[in-house]
């Protein structure tokens, strides 16, 4: 069974899985706001060796407040386009990300 949270989140079974535009290679780590269905993040990592993934994870455990092991790469590893997958028991800790879609930022 699906849901959809905040545009970019979605409960499937007993995870959430969060869409996301990841933009490496910036000065740092910051949400980027939210657009074309997606959470954009900038990361101060470059693209390579599984960089910008670990600091993807590390960023966004540090904004849920919950450990990095439980958040996992469901797709994307070597694309911008990523889908994250986090257990449902973090779902009241989504309000603190930037989740409001506005298609006309990009």
Known sequence: MEHNLHGCCRIVGDGIHIAIKA???ASKTEFAGAGEGRL???L???PEGGKANAELIA???KA???PKRDITLLRGEKSRLKTITLPLAYG???EKLPL???DTQK
Do not use: D, E, K
Request: hydrophobic content about 50%.
């Open 23 to 25: 933009l490496p290679g």
């Open 40 to 42: 954009r993040i900038r």
């Open 44 to 46: 101060a990592a470059a």
């Open 59 to 61: 960023f966004l455990a």
């Open 64 to 66: 849920l407040g919950c």
């Open 92 to 94: 009241p800790q989504l």
């Open 100 to 102: 409001t879609i506005n």
